[in-house]
């Protein structure tokens, strides 16, 4: 099976240490949707201890918001797929 979650997080930066935080969520191949003059909305993907990493790495900046999805899971392949009868 493959397994997700999804995290939206919002950080408080100014714009000298911004480019810090962009390192840290280049590496985790995080992608920045927002940007103000004193902060971020960083979008990231991937396992739990992925997610936990990326935040453990934040710790010295100041996470205004967080928003996580939990896990969502497909499994692999084509067999025993369920059609619905859609009528």
């Known amino acids: 099976s493959v397994y997700r ?12 240490k911004r480019q810090g935080v962009l390192s840290i969520a280049d ?3 995080a992608n920045i949707i927002d940007v103000s003059k004193s902060g971020l909305i960083i979008e990231l993907t991937g396992d739990q201890e992925k997610i936990d ?3 453990n790495l934040l710790d010295g900046y100041e996470i205004l918001e967080l928003a996580r999805t ?3 899971g497909l499994r692999r392949g084509t067999d025993d797929i369920v059609y619905p ?3």
């Open 5 to 16: 979650e999804l995290a939206l997080i919002k950080v408080k930066v100014s714009a000298d």
């Open 27 to 29: 590496i985790f191949r």
């Open 53 to 55: 990493a990326f935040l």
């Open 70 to 72: 939990g896990i969502a």
């Open 85 to 87: 009868d859609v009528e």
